[in-house]
């Protein structure tokens, strides 16, 4: 088997929060969280709001703040990503394209922006390149930021991340608030970087989004991953998915049943002491409350459920 090109393995992130009277406690909000990606492969990280999908991207990129303290291990290429590693590889070889324009430095004209980025070869060409490939008009590396359209914003930031080379791109949320074809278009650039051998991670709340791209979908919930599944196992009723989250929030979409899950995802603040979908879960039992279940393979993808067969 060839090596991953990320490999993260029971990550788990707390902060350390000091109280009245020079208390301190640790909060816990990523726990054992596993998530792996080969090379040529999208995996989409996709879970509700507060499930952990930033802290990861920040963990890999080595950017959490510094009250974090942090557990398990990330591989890049088959070595450990030590923050020597992370300073070294972060623009270089492993990219973010963030979530919004408000990451363009809002003084300096976009093409300047695009070209400190370059890592190999000579920056204007290579900054002309990426702006023809993406079909950002000559004169657009003249522009500052605010003179921008949300999709040319998109073809900048995408921009920025191909001339650095990077053979994994973690993409924050591209897509919220976007056109639907430019949407489509920032799909179709992460695609376009998978086929040429890159890893791409999306990171998303929409599965609908994952789906028009990714290869694998790992769902997060309240800081933990509870699947991870091929992509063409979200459909029909959801009988090829694992976990009861996933079945239940793919049972959940307009396209399908449409109801709600009862109940809400447990804050960082007050996490259940077994598995941590256990209070919403139609198939627990006496034990779910207590024991945290592990991440095992099933059927092609791995879960985190004792009764998931
Ligand atoms: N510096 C911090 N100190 C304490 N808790 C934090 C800190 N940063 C994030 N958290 C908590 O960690 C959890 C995960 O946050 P994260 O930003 O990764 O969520 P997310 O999945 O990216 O959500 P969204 O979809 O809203 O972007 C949340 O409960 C959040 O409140
Ligand atoms: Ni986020």
Redesign the pocket.
């Given at each position: 088997m060839t090596v991953p090109v990320l490999d993260v393995n029971d990550l788990s992130?707390s902060?350390i929060?000091y109280q009245a009277g020079m208390r301190q406690r640790m909060?816990q909000?990523?726990s054992d969280l596993n998530a792996s990606i080969q090379g040529g492969e999208i995996l989409a990280?996709v879970?509700?709001?507060?499930?952990?999908?930033?802290?990861?991207?920040?963990a890999i990129l080595g950017i959490?703040?510094k009250?974090?303290f942090v557990s398990g291990s990330i591989l890049y290429q088959g070595q450990l990503l030590s923050p020597e590693r992370q300073k070294k590889l972060r623009g270089r070889e492993i990219a973010l394209v963030p979530?919004s324009v408000n990451y363009l430095d809002p003084l300096m004209r976009v093409g300047a922006q695009v070209r400190t980025a370059v890592r190999r070869g000579n920056p204007p060409e290579e900054q002309r390149k990426a702006f023809q490939r993406y079909g950002l008009a000559a004169q657009v590396e003249g522009l500052f930021p605010f003179q921008l359209s949300g999709g040319m914003a998109r073809r900048v930031l995408v921009s920025t991340a191909v001339v650095s080379g990077a053979r994994l791109i973690i993409a924050?949320?591209p897509t919220p608030g976007l056109h639907p074809e430019v949407v489509a278009e920032a799909l179709n650039h992460l695609r376009q970087l998978a086929d040429e051998g890159c890893a791409v991670m999306l990171?998303t709340?929409d599965i609908g989004t994952a789906l028009a791209v990714a290869d694998q979908i790992a769902v997060?919930y309240?800081?933990t991953t509870v699947e991870v599944a091929p992509a063409a196992d979200f459909q029909g009723q959801g009988e090829t998915l694992r976990h009861p989250y996933t079945k239940a929030l793919w049972r959940s979409l307009p396209q399908n049943d449409f109801i709600a899950i009862p109940g809400f995802q447990p804050?960082?603040y007050c996490l259940p002491a077994g598995c941590l979908f256990a209070p919403r879960c139609v198939m627990k039992t006496d034990r779910c409350l207590t024991a945290k279940p592990g991440m095992r393979d099933l059927r092609g993808g791995r879960v985190r459920c004792d009764h998931a067969s």
């Open positions: 992130i902060f929060q909060l909000v990523i990280v879970g509700s709001s507060g499930s952990g999908k930033s802290l990861l991207a920040h959490l703040p009250n974090a979530q924050d949320e990171i709340h997060f309240a800081g804050s960082p």
